[in-house]
Nanobody
Framework: QVQLRESGGGLVQPGGSLRLSCATS????????IGWFRQAPGKEREVISC????????YYADSVKGRFTISRENYRNSVYLQMNSLKPEDTAVYYC?????????????????????WGKGTPVTVTS
């Protein structure tokens, strides 16, 4: 059974940090690109970061570039999102998702063309 389970969300003050984890099971993580998405209240879900299956390629949306860092440990079946300098506008439910990666896929596009598996999300609230 395929599972992606996000954790690490919570309540944080502006300027603070959180580290999200995505624990996977039921599939071989090393064959999949992983994306982090978020959906704020009243807004559409957006991709904010993506990492290729080996970790050699990464993508960040402009809104999080320089503040967030994506990483992965395939041997631990886990992917992470380190979020620093959090802002109130980062408040959202954060999801990780997996897509089978094929030769030629790039980090800046592979997570924007449809994901195969999704987690259920973890909420992040940034407020003073």
């Amino acid at each position: 059974q395929v599972q992606l389970r996000e954790s690490g969300g919570g309540l944080v003050q502006p300027g603070g940090s959180l580290r999200l984890s995505c624990a996977t099971s039921g599939f071989v993580l090393g064959y999949y690109a992983i994306g982090w998405f978020r959906q704020a209240p009243g807004k559409e879900r957006e991709v904010i970061s993506c990492i290729t299956k080996t970790g050699s390629g990464t993508y960040y949306a402009d809104s999080v570039k320089g503040r967030f860092t994506i990483s992965r440990e395939n041997y631990r079946n886990s992917v992470y999102l380190q979020m620093n300098s959090l802002k109130p506008e980062d408040t959202a439910v954060y999801y990780c998702a997996a897509r089978w990666e094929v030769v030629g896929d790039k980090a800046d596009t592979v997570c924007s063309i449809g994901m195969d598996y999704w987690g259920k999300g973890t909420p992040v609230t940034v407020t003073s």
